[in-house]
């Protein structure tokens, strides 16, 4: 019997560099999705921001994705076109909406305007922020999808995780240096003061996003170098003999999708994690400030620790889940976590630093914890060839999630804290908002995420999907 010629993917140095060129692309994006977080405080100062306005801005990345399907749409390119052309499509699009995210910022024409009865800055920021929303998600799943392609019957739950290991990075890296960016391009320019233009020296809050905007042309550049190893990986399994993915995707392959069970239970899960840690994250550095006292040069130190944990901790738990298995076992784990630390958040006393230290720590571990063992479970449940339409429909639903929740925050904080307006209103110092009902909220997202978790683990005892058994094949 002839041996069957290795494909490319049987090389471990070829699998890991692909992966580490198509990393870059989220590295970028993840800095980007965050870099405002520490800059609330001073939008609020420079330009008249309310907790409102911020939410409004923050809730803009799931607008199209959400209302207009643009992931789902994403997604059936993906299988469609395939993940080269997807690829550079997603992380062009990127690059458009952090250009007119950093035109909207550094543009101080627009901090006296409204459009559409909303401050004209936050529209503008809000539309580019939609737009980048767009390509990071389909950037999103394009790279699982390559991740499978790549990994399949090898480390795939390793490389998943050490793919979010390094995002992960760039969270870190979008809560430690926007403010000392700003401080440190600080420059003269158009301020808002009890409602009027003035020129004064001031932090320059478009710094931070300029530099963001060049990680992802980076990023948008490293795709098409990946692009070359893909074509000798698709070559390499035509002449090994191999068998392909399965059928052609079809349209109507949605409708498999969407009846399956487990897809509804992975995507409750994922839409109820991440809403309790991604829009937490948003607000993070903006709690360190009012609960904790600490001043906002170092408010987001903290918060940056808890994408530090994962850097370590995602691929360590993504490795035993490919040796042992019992990933739902580790998803409900990560969720009992969530509601630990929310509910600690929530309590009015305990407002010494070094618990917000030891809070998003553990918060880190639950970050590292569920997707380590949720996004590898996905190919257990669904066929290969319908992947990237299955991970965008879980991707939209998780988007209403980090749309939705950030405006709600917003809002219950401005209306919680109806001092604050005042205050603002007055021209008067600013008093601290009080974070106790935004942390309920994160605490009961957990809760449920518990349910839905022992649900997930109850039907695959029942349909077989081997959520529970190693992803190694020996």
């Given at each position: 019997m002839t041996k069957l010629q290795k494909t490319l993917r049987d090389s471990k140095t070829a699998r890991w560099s692909a992966l580490a060129i198509i990393s870059i692309t989220m590295f970028a994006g993840y800095f980007l999705t965050d870099v405002m977080s520490p800059l609330k405080p001073m939008l609020e100062k420079e330009f008249g921001w309310s907790s409102t306005n911020y939410g409004i801005f923050t809730s803009a990345y799931g607008w199209l994705n959400v209302f207009l399907v643009m992931l789902i749409l994403g997604g059936i390119i993906l299988d469609k076109m395939g993940v080269r052309f997807t690829g550079i499509l997603s992380s062009g699009i990127m690059v458009l909406g952090a250009g007119i995210k950093f035109w909207a910022i550094s543009n101080p024409t627009l901090v006296t305007d409204t459009t559409f009865g909303i401050h004209s800055q936050v529209f503008f920021a809000a539309v580019g922020?939609?737009?980048?929303?767009?390509?990071?998600?389909?950037?999103?799943?394009?790279?699982?999808?390559?991740?499978?392609?790549?990994?399949?019957?090898?480390?795939?739950?390793?490389?998943?995780?050490?793919?979010?290991?390094?995002?992960?990075?760039?969270?870190?890296?979008?809560?430690?240096?926007?403010?000392?960016?700003?401080?440190?391009?600080?420059?003269?320019?158009?301020?808002?003061?009890?409602?009027?233009?003035?020129?004064?020296?001031?932090?320059?809050?478009?710094?931070?996003?300029?530099?963001?905007?060049?990680?992802?042309?980076?990023?948008?550049?490293?795709?098409?170098?990946?692009?070359?190893?893909?074509?000798?990986?698709?070559?390499?399994?035509a002449t090994s003999g191999e068998a392909?993915?399965?059928?052609?995707?079809?349209?109507?392959?949605?409708?498999?999708?969407?009846?399956?069970?487990?897809?509804?239970?992975?995507?409750?899960?994922?839409?109820?994690?991440?809403?309790?840690?991604?829009?937490?994250?948003?607000?993070?550095?903006?709690l360190m400030v009012n609960k904790y006292g600490l001043s906002q040069n170092v408010a987001g130190y903290i918060p940056s620790l808890l994408p530090l944990g994962t850097l370590f901790l995602t691929p360590f738990f993504g490795s035993i889940y490919d040796k042992k298995g019992k990933g739902a076992s580790i998803m409900i784990?990560?969720?009992?976590?969530?509601?630990?630390?929310?509910?600690?958040?929530?309590?009015?006393?305990?407002?010494?630093?070094?618990?917000?230290?030891?809070?998003?720590?553990?918060?880190?571990?639950?970050?590292?914890?569920?997707?380590?063992?949720?996004?590898p479970s996905v190919p257990k449940i669904i066929p290969e060839n319908q992947l990237g339409t299955a991970f965008s429909l879980i991707f939209w639903i998780q988007n209403w999630g980090l749309m939705g929740v950030p405006l709600l925050i917003g809002y219950v904080l401005d209306k919680t804290n109806p001092e604050?307006?005042?205050?603002?209103?007055?021209?008067?110092?600013?008093?601290?908002?009080?974070?106790t009902y935004p942390m309920l909220i994160f605490t009961l997202f957990g809760l449920l995420a518990i349910i839905v978790a022992y649900l997930l683990k109850h039907e695959d005892k029942k349909k077989g999907y081997g959520l529970q058994m190693p992803n190694i094949e020996k």
């Open positions: 922020f939609a737009i980048f929303g767009v390509g990071v998600e389909i950037a999103g799943i394009t790279v699982s999808k390559i991740i499978v392609k790549w990994f399949k019957g090898h480390e795939m739950a390793l490389a998943m995780g050490m793919q979010m290991a390094v995002a992960r990075m760039g969270t870190l890296l979008a809560m430690a240096a926007p403010v000392p960016l700003a401080m440190y391009f600080s420059s003269k320019s158009t301020r808002v003061i009890n409602g009027e233009l003035v020129e004064k020296m001031g932090p320059s809050i478009s710094a931070p996003i300029a530099f963001a905007l060049i990680l992802l042309v980076i990023g948008f550049i490293a795709f098409f170098i990946y692009n070359a190893m893909d074509k000798k990986l698709d070559a390499s399994i392909n993915a399965g059928d052609p995707f079809k349209i109507r392959d949605i409708g498999y999708i969407i009846t399956n069970k487990g897809f509804w239970l992975i995507a409750v899960l994922c839409v109820l994690f991440y809403s309790s840690v991604f829009p937490f994250i948003k607000y993070a550095s903006d784990v990560g969720a009992i976590l969530i509601i630990i630390v929310h509910s600690v958040f929530s309590l009015p006393y305990l407002n010494h630093w070094f618990v917000a230290v030891v809070l998003v720590i553990i918060l880190g571990v639950a970050l590292s914890l569920v997707p380590s063992a949720m996004w604050v307006a005042i205050a603002k209103a007055n021209g008067t110092e600013i008093p601290v908002y009080d974070y």
